[in-house]
């Protein structure tokens, strides 16, 4: 496996302005990874592919629950509202494909033949991954330089 090297941009910057505020407002930490999420939500929904639409109005960002403060981390999901539209039952009824699933990953034809996916979430992310970051980093100095303002500490 290869080692990867980055660099955020407006990190050091960000990690002054924590240090200054001390403890990290939650609401903060959640709404900045959620306007980061977003950019991916967009980018998945364009680049889905479309026979019917349900695909892109089945996603959806959902937040994990975290135990440690200052943290907050969201998912792309298919919504389960749209569960009787993806899933694919066979004739006994058991559930045997999930359609956004076979999208991205793929899956075997009844023939045993590969279908390969779109990988279209994949694709997007590595192409946004960038984009997101400088988002969440800007977004919370702006938001911690906001609450410093306001304490007064500046």
Do not use: W
Request: proline residues 3%.
């Amino acid at each position: 496996m290869a080692k990867v090297n980055f660099k955020v941009e407006g990190m050091k910057e960000l990690k002054r302005s924590l240090d200054k505020l001390g403890k990290v407002p939650q609401k903060h930490v959640t709404s900045a990874s959620k306007k980061g999420m977003n950019i991916e939500l967009k980018a998945a929904k364009a680049a889905a592919p479309v026979d019917e639409g349900n695909l892109k109005k089945g996603m959806k960002l959902v937040g994990e629950k975290s135990k440690y403060k200052g943290k907050k981390v969201y998912r792309l999901v298919f919504d389960r509202a749209y569960n009787n539209i993806f899933q694919k039952p066979n004739k006994q009824g058991k559930i045997t494909g999930y359609y956004p699933v076979s999208q991205e990953y793929g899956f075997f034809a009844k023939n045993g033949r590969y279908i390969p996916g779109y990988r279209f979430i994949h694709a997007t992310f590595e192409s946004n991954t960038s984009r997101i970051e400088k988002t969440i980093v800007s977004e919370m100095k702006k938001k911690i330089d906001d609450e410093i303002a306001k304490a007064g500490l500046k």
